[in-house]
Structure formats: C-alpha cells, structure tokens
C-alpha cells in the first residue's frame, strides 16, 4: 500500500467515526423540556402523564400530548405534598 493510499484510507476512518459519533448524538439524545410544578401538577391531573421518575429535587417522566410523546421535568417544590 503506497502512502497516499494509506493516507486516504486513514481519512475515510476518521471520516467514517465522526459520522458515528454525530449520527449517536442525534439519534440517541432525548430532548426535555422544563415545566413548572403547578403545570405538571395540571398535566397530571388531565391524564396526560405516560411515565414518571420520582428523584430527590426533580421529577421526570414523558407527557404524551396528541400522538407525540414530549420527555420534561420539573423542580420540586420545597411545599409540594
């Protein structure tokens, strides 16, 4: 293998790792939204709530609005019960 052959290959797996790299990032980020406690509180009152997840300081979980389902969390409030 000449050396512009080698260096063209090199470049064509760089290449090939950073469309990798990208296409992860697009394909497997989820994007979330913030809500205030008072809307996921009327969000959970209308039934609208798929799934959630209860942690120290914030809540998130999936709002399933028409066919889409939007990931958010929402702070906790110190008074929230």
């Known amino acids: 293998m000449d050396k512009k052959q080698k260096d063209l290959s090199i470049g064509y797996f760089i290449l090939a790792l950073k469309l990798m790299f990208l296409g992860q990032y697009f394909l497997f980020t989820r994007s979330s939204?913030?809500?205030?406690?008072?809307q996921f509180k009327s969000v959970l009152?209308?039934?609208?709530?798929?799934?959630?997840v209860v942690r120290?300081?914030?809540?998130?979980?999936?709002?399933?609005?028409?066919?889409?389902?939007?990931?958010?969390?929402?702070?906790?409030?110190?008074?929230?019960r």
Do not use: M, V, W
């Open 33 to 38: 939204e913030p809500l205030f406690y008072s």
């Open 45 to 52: 009152k209308h039934g609208q709530i798929t799934d959630i």
């Open 56 to 80: 120290d300081k914030e809540i998130c979980g999936r709002d399933q609005a028409g066919s889409a389902q939007i990931n958010f969390y929402a702070a906790k409030d110190h008074d929230a």
